[in-house]
Nanobody
Framework: QVQLVESGGGLVQPGESLRLSCAASGRLFTIYAMGWYRQALGEDRDMVAIIRRDGSINYADSVKGRFTISRDNAWNMVYLDMSSLNPEDTTVYYC????????WGQGTQVTVSS
């Protein structure tokens, strides 16, 4: 089992940057991929960025060129660096882990508003 704890959400103005962090613990050697999803109220949970053990990365089209996902070698931490934020990025962001099962963090709110 893997446990996830997110941090770093908050309120920023349009055009500003924010970093989300996800701390993983447990059976880290079983991790195949980690990533970030976001979900607006009443909508599906959508992939934002995902990074796999082989180093491959995918981004949602809406965040390409603005968001960057990264991790440390031991899978202890996964980060989402978000820049050029706009109000459409406002929602709850969830850390995700795929190992022997799927695990989700508790979610962290990101609000982009002037």
């Amino acid at each position: 089992q893997v446990q996830l704890v997110e941090s770093g959400g908050g309120l920023v103005q349009p055009g500003e940057s924010l970093r989300l962090s996800c701390a993983a613990s447990g059976r880290l050697f079983t991790i195949y991929a980690m990533g970030w999803y976001r979900q607006a109220l009443g909508e599906d949970r959508d992939m934002v960025a995902i990074i796999r053990r082989d180093g491959s990365i995918n981004y949602a089209d809406s965040v390409k060129g603005r968001f960057t996902i990264s991790r440390d070698n031991a899978w202890n931490m996964v980060y989402l660096d978000m820049s050029s934020l706009n109000p459409e990025d406002t929602t709850v962001y969830y850390c995700y882990c795929y190992s022997t099962t799927e695990t989700w963090g508790q979610g962290t709110q990101v609000t982009v508003s002037s």
